[in-house]
């Protein structure tokens, strides 16, 4: 009997997972960026055309064509939930909690303060329309802990903040144990399994607000799509995903309702399983690889934005067409709002976001050093050479960490007992 024949075959869970769909030079999955900035779009063009905003006449005579699919675009968030599933379970892959910890602050706080601040200012510049909040709450809101502390959100969308505020606090025990596919799997069948009793038992408060009924599907869902792309398919990760498309669909029921009693028309219940099915089918080809020839550069771009654009778009829009709304045609007033949102976007991240994770990332670093008892390490110039990959900004990735055949469901997660809070992790948003 020859070597090989006597080699043992290497197991699915064993092969590594097929390539990414790379821009040049990187690792970066274009398509969830793409995804991530329809996300985004979904969430803004309900609230320009569907929900919120005084047009003064109705929607339906407004846009005819755009109204009743409008109407969900609620559902973005949920879209959200699933991707940053995915995203975080890929960018902590073989990272420190000291890496987690730090990429949520240089990536969530600085556009986030700019936006509270923003928001402030525009609604107390704008006569007419709707009263800032109170300076009290205001300074509530730079925390992001507003709900827990009872104050007012400076802006709606902020309550999803919430949402993901504590999806990273629960995900952190995993992180800080270290990522294999035994523990992510076994964290995802024990939150389902938190998510059910939280649904039969709407009493139970801290249940509640720790396995979040309502939302914790779409982040389970994310991390198996990503498990299935990391390690390949199988039965039970399927099983998986179909339970909690099915737990999901039943979840976002309450949101239906409230937003179908609001629209004044009919909105079908079959468009949310429908677009929910979408939203998933998406993710399946991400974790399948079907997407890998994406790889227009924009998407990039696009994705970076999609934060900004998320904490800009709703308040200060609302006043601009509270303002505009009856001398400025519908059609050109919405679309005019979107170039402007996503452009001043753009300017968030280039100006406030990329400058201030270069500030934050080694005093954050420096900081989770000193509680390790490891001393911070002191750059030498002498020694300094230019990465390959380019500087790390703790900017929202899709990068992919490296794979190798050999690489097992249950190996040693690499990297996780070493101090490594000065690389960067990526973006779950």
């Known amino acids: 009997m020859t070597v090989a024949a006597a080699a043992p075959p290497v197991r699915a869970a064993e092969a590594p997972a097929p390539e990414a769909a790379r821009r040049p030079g990187t690792g970066r999955l274009l398509a969830l960026d793409g995804l991530r900035f329809l996300a985004v779009l979904l969430v803004v063009v309900y609230h320009y055309v569907a929900f919120g905003s005084d047009w003064g006449r109705p929607r339906a005579e407004l846009f005819p064509v755009l109204y009743r699919p409008a109407a969900y675009g609620w559902m973005g968030v949920q879209l959200f939930f ?10 902590c892959w073989g990272r420190s909690l000291a890496d987690f910890l730090s990429s949520r602050v240089v990536r969530l706080f600085p556009a986030y303060w700019f936006a509270v601040l923003l928001t402030t200012a525009v609604l107390a510049a704008v006569p007419g329309g709707s009263r800032p909040r109170a300076t009290r709450d205001v300074l509530t809101n730079l925390t992001m802990m507003e709900y827990p ?3 007012p959100y400076v802006d709606g969308v902020y309550w999803s903040l919430w949402v993901e505020g504590r999806f990273y606090l629960i995900f952190a025990v995993v992180v800080a144990l270290g990522l294999t596919y035994r523990r992510v799997l076994a964290f995802c069948l024990l939150w389902c399994a938190a998510g059910v009793l939280a649904m039969a038992a709407p009493g139970e408060q801290l249940l509640q607000v720790l396995a979040m009924p309502e ?5 389970i869902g994310g991390l198996a799509f990503y498990l ?23 979840s976002v029921l309450p949101t239906y309702r409230f937003v179908a009693a609001q629209a004044g028309y009919p909105v079908p219940e079959w468009g949310v399983v429908a677009l929910l099915a979408l939203f998933y089918l998406l993710m399946a080809g991400v ?7 994406v790889q227009w550069r924009w998407l990039a771009t696009a994705g970076a934005v999609t934060y900004p654009l998320y904490l800009l778009h709703e308040y200060i829009g609302w006043e601009v067409i509270d303002v505009l709304g009856g001398k400025v045609d519908p059609w050109l007033l919405v679309g005019a709002l979107l170039v402007v949102m996503t452009v001043a976007s753009w300017l968030v991240h280039r100006f406030v976001e990329r ?8 005093r954050l670093a420096a900081s989770f050093a000193k509680v390790r008892g490891v ?3 002191v750059p030498r110039p002498s020694a300094h050479r230019p990465s390959a990959q380019g500087p790390s900004t703790g900017c929202p ?3 992919e960490p490296a794979r190798t055949a050999a690489a097992g469901r249950d190996a040693q997660p690499v990297g996780a007992l070493a101090p490594t809070a000065a690389r960067g992790v990526g973006d779950g948003r």
Not at 215 to 219: L, N, V
């Open 82 to 91: 699933l991707i940053s599933g995915f995203v975080i379970c890929l960018s």
């Open 149 to 151: 502390f009872g104050a």
């Open 215 to 219: 939302y914790c599907w779409f982040f």
């Open 228 to 250: 299935i792309r990391r390690f390949g398919p199988d039965l039970l990760l399927w099983l998986l995903v179909g339970f909690t498309f099915l737990a999901g669909c039943r």
């Open 287 to 293: 974790a399948l690889d079907w997407f890998r020839a």
């Open 355 to 362: 400058p201030a994770a270069r500030w934050l990332k080694p």
């Open 375 to 377: 001393p911070a390490p």
């Open 397 to 399: 990735t899709t990068e």
